[in-house]
């Protein structure tokens, strides 16, 4: 049986990065626990100083496949190169044909970028463009494939 996990990412304004996933995921808020109406109503019940509210953001997969995604808030910053990233299929994974694949990467790529991803490179496989290296609003790498 497989074990349910999550993602948590370290950043500096969970917030915005957590908005950021949602886009590039098509991921939404993550609905506060069962009898309260609202974070601010969960987090004022457990005494959560008013000044820690901001240090976290929660996301989830409206489907229910993915994993859950936490964004919590370090005061160090993003100091080399993820020794994990996501590779997210917006053109349909390498099974589709590159005519189809491709059109839909760049497309990605500049929804992205105009919510704050940043192009690092473009990738080329047996001569023609593969994939493209960006990074999300706090230079966290992931790949468009």
Request: charged residues 25%.
């Amino acid at each position: 049986m497989a074990i349910t996990w999550s993602l948590t990412i370290d950043c500096a304004h969970p917030a915005r990065l957590a908005a950021f996933w949602a886009l590039a995921l098509g991921y939404a808020e993550k609905p506060p626990p069962a009898g309260f109406g609202s974070w601010a109503e969960w987090l004022s019940h457990h005494d959560v100083p008013r000044d820690e509210w901001d240090e976290g953001a929660y996301l989830t997969d409206p489907d229910a496949v993915g994993p859950n995604l936490s964004f919590l808030r370090v005061p160090e910053p993003k100091a080399a190169k993820n020794r994990l990233h996501l590779d997210l299929q917006v053109g349909g994974g390498r099974q589709t044909p590159w005519e189809v694949r491709w059109p839909r990467v760049l497309a990605a790529a500049e929804r992205l970028t105009a919510a704050g991803a940043t192009l690092l490179r473009e990738e080329a496989l047996q001569g023609r463009p593969d994939h493209l290296v960006m990074t999300d609003p706090e230079g966290n790498e992931f790949c468009l494939v």
